[in-house]
């Protein structure tokens, strides 16, 4: 940029041809007008933080709380068909009777835990001896129990 110059012209003090009162007080009050709004912006932050931590913190209880309702309703309708069933399974000794069975011995591992998909399989498995099969009855039972909550 060959020939091209800047040129720089002297600027005036803020002070020179006014009076420096207005100015003063114009910046004090400001001044005043941003104090006071950064000591609102907080509280009315902090207000909003909490309304949305709150209700955050609400929505996650209730999806839990739905969650809960859902799967102890599931595990209720599995072990309830189940019982039903293996009783018909036992009253009947038909193969209709048995592939009953096997489906809800099928839901009932997906949606039952270990112990109780445990003491399922031994029931399976005790066809043959009484005494077996009334331990592994007593066993369903209490694992039905302490899954469900409803009874020790």
Request: aromatic content about 10%; hydrophobic content about 40%; overall charge positive.
């Amino acid at each position: 940029m060959k020939g091209s110059s800047v040129q720089i012209r002297p600027t005036r003090p803020f002070f020179q041809g006014t009076t420096i009162v207005p100015r003063i007080t114009s910046a004090i009050s400001c001044l005043g007008y941003y104090m006071n709004t950064a000591l609102i912006i907080p509280f009315l932050t902090a207000f909003g933080i909490g309304s949305i931590t709150t209700a955050l913190i609400q929505h996650w209880f209730t999806t839990r709380a739905k969650k809960d309702a859902r799967s102890f309703a599931e595990r209720k309708e599995a072990y309830v068909g189940l019982l039903q069933a293996y009783h018909r399974a036992a009253v009947e000794n038909t193969d209709a009777a048995a592939k009953e069975f096997a489906y809800w011995h099928m839901r009932c591992d997906l949606v039952a835990p270990l112990n109780v998909r445990t003491a399922i399989q031994s029931i399976i498995e005790t066809n043959e001896s009484m005494t077996a099969r009334s331990r592994a009855h007593e066993q369903l039972q209490s694992a039905l129990r302490s899954d469900l909550s409803i009874s020790q």
